[in-house]
């Protein structure tokens, strides 16, 4: 079986392959979760504020300037999205001040215990601040935080419409300081609601315009941010090349300005960027200095991101044991800070460990620890995948009716929210469990399912995605047969391989080709059959990946034995 792990925020291959009629199955395995823990959101948010000059003219109290205080401990110790504050610290108005620093506390205090409580109370102090607002400036900085709290508890719907308006109101605004930093904060933090929701073509647009806007402000902190916003973003669509370039030119840059911090965060997108691609070895070195950055600036969340990033290399290795103990080190480091969003994430890892040694019931309570944190914190995202890990287990026991039910439940989730890509995978799961069942139509429906992935990975976008979903038809067509094709299960497999060589994608290069060489196997093609499986075994080799590697060596004494017996029996007797 060829497994295929799905997260919230990639998709990853195992590369395991066998001569068996069903060469790939995708499923969601969760492994790849951890990249949420990875960087946070830092992959796709920016931290800095946008502050008008301080009014001279405005005279303070001991208590607003210790309000002010608390709001400056909150927003040093929470990674929060692109915020535009405008000069609403400072506002004359004190109705409107005391307004908004109430919602703001409350805010900075929902970022940081991932309460939704808090951000609901924040949304409606925000509201009510709105209603005093004197000027677009200040109405536009607080739709944007508003915005943000909406976002936060997964009402992206809400956060679009609050950035939208934000973009309205910075038109209105005289051209200069203050209406530059509202649309780059507004488009920033669209981008991120649309990378959330898998519509990857909007949020690379926000994204190049916001990055557009900050280079003519000269503003090279946020550069550095949007920078690493558009590397998140063509991470999820599987365009590592120009993922590594971004992420390369936001870690100069925080380098630079001596931000330790956005340094560590650049290290691990890359990371990410390298184990994408199947380069493991460069994965470990990346992740292991942002480990190291870290621990001397005392991050333990940025400590639990890189130990949750080393816990998906080792897992690709097929190290599963020091992969579960790099996510427990996370585990630990994230209830210490009270960080319950990738707690749950390093739960959903560690289910994914135990799914993949044949720990049904280990998985099973992970999984459903997760849950029950994700629908405690209101993060729908997160329920989908707790779901989708349920699902995968159900369908390894072939309990395929709780398993089409799981899926069912995450599918209906992602649609929801708008999550696209999300769907895709769901489809992609559905699509295994209808494969299995094998029953009259239930090919057909698989079929239908895995061709809906496609659509959807296809308008949005996202080629890795893409490339699964051929290789999974692929799947279907070799079990039942191509309509009128009956090379379709290799043609799809030759298309994602082709897609695969094209991002870059050697992981998937080198699994596809194992998948051309167990097609050939089972025709009887054992000359075309080892070429394809020596050259699996060869980009294997290449990027570091042993237990893959290990399985093509098998793969290939398997395909020796039986040239040599086929030699033996077709000599002449006598």
């Known amino acids: 079986m060829h497994l295929r792990k799905a997260g919230s925020a990639e998709v990853k291959e195992l590369g395991d392959f066998v001569t068996n009629p069903i060469f790939l199955l995708i499923v969601a395995v969760l492994g790849s979760v951890g990249a949420a823990v990875t960087i946070g959101w830092a992959m796709i948010v920016a931290v800095r504020a946008y502050l008008r000059r301080h009014d001279p003219h405005l005279a303070t109290t001991r208590e607003t300037e ?15 999205p692109p915020t535009y504050l405008d000069g609403l610290p400072e506002a004359v108005n004190k109705k409107l001040r005391a307004a908004y620093e109430e919602a703001r506390i409350l805010q900075l205090e929902g970022y940081e215990a991932q309460n939704a409580e808090k951000h609901k109370e924040a949304i409606d102090r925000f509201t009510r ?31 679009e419409a609050d950035y939208e308006e934000v973009l309205k109101l910075a ?17 920033g933090n669209l981008g991120i609601v649309y990378a959330v929701r898998g ?5 690379e647009q926000c994204g190049e315009r916001a990055l557009e806007i900050v280079r003519e402000i000269r503003d090279r902190p946020n550069e550095a941010n949007q920078l690493h916003n558009l590397g998140g973003t063509y991470y999820r669509r599987g365009e590592l ?16 300005m001596g931000d330790s911090q956005g340094e560590a965060k650049a290290l691990g997108g890359l990371g990410l960027v390298y184990a994408e691609g199947g380069e493991l070895d460069k994965a470990e070195q990346h992740h292991k200095q942002a480990l190291k950055i870290n621990e001397g600036i005392g991050d333990r969340g940025g400590k639990a991101a890189a130990f949750g990033n080393l816990g998906l290399v080792y897992a690709d290795h097929g190290e599963l044991d020091k992969a579960e103990e790099h996510y427990e080190l996370a585990l630990e480091l994230l209830r210490q800070i009270h960080d319950r969003l990738n707690e749950a994430n390093q739960l ?14 280990k998985a099973e309570r992970h999984y459903n620890k997760a849950l029950e944190i994700y629908r405690e914190i209101h993060n729908r995202p997160g329920e989908a995948d707790a779901l989708g890990g349920l699902g995968i287990v159900c369908f390894a026991r072939g309990e395929l009716n709780e398993a089409e039910r799981h899926h069912g439940e995450a599918l209906k989730i992602h649609g929801e929210i708008g999550d696209r890509r999300g ?27 895995h061709k809906l992935a496609l659509e959807i990975n296809r308008e949005i976008g996202y080629r890795v995605g893409e490339a699964i979903a051929l290789g999974n038809l692929g799947i279907v067509y070799a079990d039942r047969g191509g309509p009128g094709d009956p090379d379709a299960a290799e043609r799809h497999h030759k298309l994602a391989l082709e897609i695969d060589r094209e991002i870059g994608y050697r992981l998937g290069e080198a699994s596809q080709l194992g998948n051309l060489g167990s097609i050939y196997a089972q025709r009887g093609e054992l000359h075309k059959a080892k070429d394809h499986l020596q050259q699996a075994q060869a980009v294997f080799d290449d990027i570091g990946a042993a237990h893959q590697s290990e399985q093509a060596r098998r793969l290939l004494e398997g395909l020796e034995r039986e040239q040599r017996e086929r030699g033996e029996k077709e000599q002449p007797e006598g």
Not at 66 to 80: P, R, Y
Not at 241 to 256: D, M, P, V
Not at 350 to 361: D, F, S, T
Not at 423 to 449: F, I, M, T
Request: charge should be negative; glycine fraction near 8%; include cysteine.
């Open 171 to 187: 038109a209105r605004m005289l051209p200069g300081g203050d209406a530059a930093h509202a649309r780059a904060a507004a488009l």
């Open 129 to 159: 601040a709105l209603a005093l607002a004197e000027n677009d400036s200040q109405r536009a900085a607080l739709h944007n935080l508003r915005g943000n709290s909406h976002d936060s508890i997964s009402r992206y719907g809400e956060a």
């Open 241 to 256: 090349e120009k993922a590594k370039e971004c992420y390369t030119n936001a870690l100069g840059i925080y380098r630079e």
């Open 66 to 80: 210790a309000l002010a205080q608390q709001i400056k401990d909150l927003e040093a110790k929470v990674t929060q």
């Open 199 to 203: 519509d990857l073509d909007k949020a």
């Open 423 to 449: 769907e895709a995978q769901d489809l992609a799961n559905l699509g295994a469990v209808y494969a299995s069942r094998g029953g009259p139509g239930d090919l057909d429906k698989a079929e239908k399912h």
């Open 348 to 361: 959903l890892n560690l289910g994914g460990v135990c799914y993949r040694r044949a720990q049904w019931e």
